[in-house]
């Protein structure tokens, strides 16, 4: 059964740092997403994007947050300079339709430390 | 006030038992998803539904538009089932899926 997949499965980076979080989604989906959940916490919206553009953004979706897909398969979510509080599980979500109509598959996410 | 809150916060059954989960919403809705996240933090997809009612297997989810309210059904609890069940809400005219705090679901042999 295809599935969405996400690298690496655990980054622990310095406070200032850039990190790129890693997401291949599944092949035939065309609406992709980031999560984030802090430990303890519920998930929240990050972002979802669509042909190329963001679609969608929530409030913790700042400047120093990006993302692209470079390539066609890969989706990526950079963080241009971490800070403490941007530790949490970072998940990877892609769907073949969106506004509710289509299932969202989840990746098994990322553990960002940031020290 | 979270615009989406899930009942009980945690909840202990014995094997066999039906379990019942609510989640309650204020926002309109064009979907409403039910999670499971598994121990080790992984999300999986259990339904969506936007009317009425959906069953997989042991599992059936209800939605009841005008009350605001959906409810996730496991019949013949076992412990596999242990995990912490996340009502999502799909925001009408967006594309942002809105969680409750989940919850955590532990059952006994």
């Known amino acids: 059964e295809p599935e969405v997949t996400q690298t690496p499965s655990h980054q622990v980076t310095q406070m200032g740092q850039e990190v790129i979080l890693r997401c291949v989604p599944i092949?035939?989906?065309?609406?992709f997403y980031w999560y984030r959940q802090i430990l303890g916490q519920k998930v929240e919206f990050l972002v979802s994007f669509y042909n190329n553009e963001i679609s969608e953004k929530s409030e913790i979706f700042d400047d120093q947050f990006s993302v692209e897909r470079p390539d066609g398969s890969n989706f990526t979510l950079k963080i241009r300079s971490t800070k403490l509080e941007d530790s949490a599980m970072y998940f990877c979500?892609?769907?073949?339709?969106?506004?509710?109509?289509?299932?969202?598959?989840f990746g098994p996410g990322t553990r960002l430390t940031v020290t | 006030k979270n615009e989406v809150e899930q009942s009980p916060q945690n909840l202990t059954a014995q094997e066999g038992e039906f379990i019942t989960i609510n989640c309650s919403y204020s926002?309109?809705?064009?979907?409403l998803h039910w999670l499971q996240q598994h121990p080790g933090g992984g999300i999986v997809s259990l339904f969506m539904l936007s009317s009425g009612k959906k069953k997989h297997g042991r599992l059936i989810a209800t939605i009841n538009i005008q009350e605001k309210h959906s409810s996730l059904h496991i019949t013949a609890s076992h412990p596999r089932d242990s995990a912490v069940y996340i009502c999502?809400?799909?925001?009408?005219?967006?594309?942002?899926?809105?969680f409750g705090t989940g919850t955590r679901l532990q059952v006994f042999p």
């Open positions: 999502a809400v799909l925001s009408y005219n967006t594309d942002k899926l809105i």
């Open positions: 092949s035939n989906h065309l609406y």
């Open positions: 926002v309109g809705i064009s979907a």
């Open positions: 979500a892609s769907s073949d339709e969106a506004g509710g109509k289509g299932e969202q598959y």
